[in-house]
């Protein structure tokens, strides 16, 4: 009997590894699918040294914020604005211009079918300040073209974009094109401290007319190798969603006195209790949220990747510990959270009243602030510990874009056809944009910077010596014109 019982084991077990060796074969060969092929397009003609001079002279316009509060120079706008208008006579002939609050500026190209949703690209006008210029290998402001490169504050970010958009208009504009739906251009004037007085009021601007966007392309991923772990070529990345954001202060009142009679704890040791077990216990990770980027990038994958994303439901726990172990993909599947400022004490032979920590979560879509702070409440379990949310240091995630729809495959295949066969595949930014402020007009919104970038530009957006091919730069405008007319459509696809 208990022979018969152990081949009857022998046999169930067999049949279970063999069943679930069909499973993970027919699920992987599902994931493989091919995702179709694109011709590629000459697109419009270009001038590269032209297009490379006409971003050069907008570099020369130095739209840095005048202070933290984004406080726009008058100057600089002007001088930004009028080169704009000389630079692209037939964009400000043919499309209407709209001023928002002074200084950010709406292009509406009017389609054909006006009964058709428009849809809007971005690019905004303003940049950082370049820090110290003496360390620039050419001065920020100048507008240099040098060794096949622009190079110059604002070059990636972001007025390549900029002037890419008016380039491409002004070309199809040269060939007579009209799209059949309205295309609007965005250019806020302070995204890089909140958008709160540009794209925020166009945004505000489109709701009180009614318009609801049909998709709505802004910067954010690129062509490049490395950012997709486990994936040796390029890929082409679409953000369909942005981590939101929370800054919070954490605080310890406690007894102060002499450092020669303690207390048994102090503010600051309860405090770095608090702070450790923070960091000991994240939110946790949500592996399947890396399906739909490896997905897109299908058979570019190494086999082993493509077979444990799609059987998740048995290769999970093994893909956490791969992914936990690159910050990149930890950042990507996951709410992390980072100490960053530590306050407490000002001499050493004196306990200090008090003690407090700022504490910087960037939240995945799905977790929302409250579940952050109830987590923290949880994990630190300690009443004297104060979390308070800092003001205007907070917003939540951004909803997530399809990507099965018609301005998804329409984006995906403007990519394909200017640049060639890179797999196009869906992530969720890590950092911000002006998107966030037209939630309430658009359900596709998409963040594609449409360069191809390598290790040699990582860090330049902020950093010293930005720049961008010339060559780089003309595939921009033949991007942008290519996605004018896929876009421009009634299809968009």
Known sequence: MLHQLLIYLFYFVLAVLALTTVVVVIRTILYQRSHGTVQKVDGV????????????????????????????????????????????????????????????????????????????????QDVVSAGDVTEWTYPPFDGCIENGFVWGRGTLDIKNQLIAIMEAAEALLQQGYRPDRTIVFGMGHDEETGGTGGSKLIGRMLADKGIHLAGI????????????????????????????????????????????????????????????????HPMPIHVRRMRSLY?????????????AFSNVWLFGA??????????????????????????????????????????????????????????????????RVKATPIEGKFNEALPVSSSKNA???????????VFGAYPVAPFTMLGGTD???????????????SLEMDESFRGLEHGIDERIPITGMAKMVKFYAQLMQVWGTREMA
């Open 45 to 124: 003609p270009v001038d590269e040294m032209q297009v490379a001079e006409h971003l050069a002279a907008a570099i020369r316009c130095k739209t840095v914020p005048l202070d933290d509060k984004g406080t726009p120079d008058p100057e600089a706008f002007t001088k930004l604005h009028r080169m704009l208008e000389d630079t692209y006579p037939l964009v400000h002939k043919q499309l209407r211009r709209e001023v928002v609050n002074g200084y950010s500026l709406v292009y509406i190209w009017k389609g054909g079918i006006p009964e058709l949703e428009p849809v809007m690209v971005m690019g905004h």
């Open 217 to 280: 392309v802004d910067e954010g991923g690129g062509i490049s190798a490395g950012l997709a772990s486990g994936v040796r070529g390029p890929v082409a990345l679409i953000g369909v969603s942005e981590k939101g954001y929370l800054t919070v202060e954490f605080k310890v009142h406690g007894t102060p006195g002499h450092s020669s009679t303690p207390p048994p704890q102090t503010a600051i040791g309860i405090l770095a209790k608090a702070l450790a077990r923070l960091e000991a």
């Open 295 to 307: 997905l897109g990038i299908g058979k570019a994958a190494p086999i082993y990747l493509q077979v």
């Open 318 to 383: 093994i893909l956490k510990r791969w992914l936990e172990a690159s910050p990149e993909m930890n950042g990507s599947t996951r709410t992390t959270t980072a100490l960053t400022i530590v306050r407490g004490g000002l001499e050493d032979n004196t306990v200090p009243p008090d003690a407090s920590a700022t504490v910087n979560f960037r939240l995945l879509p799905g977790d929302t602030i409250a579940d952050v702070l109830w987590h923290a409440k949880k994990v630190i379990n300690d009443d």
């Open 407 to 417: 301005a998804y495959r329409g984006l995906s295949r403007a990519i394909q056809q």
């Open 435 to 449: 998107c966030m402020h037209f939630v309430p007009v658009c359900d596709n919104i998409y963040r594609f910077t």
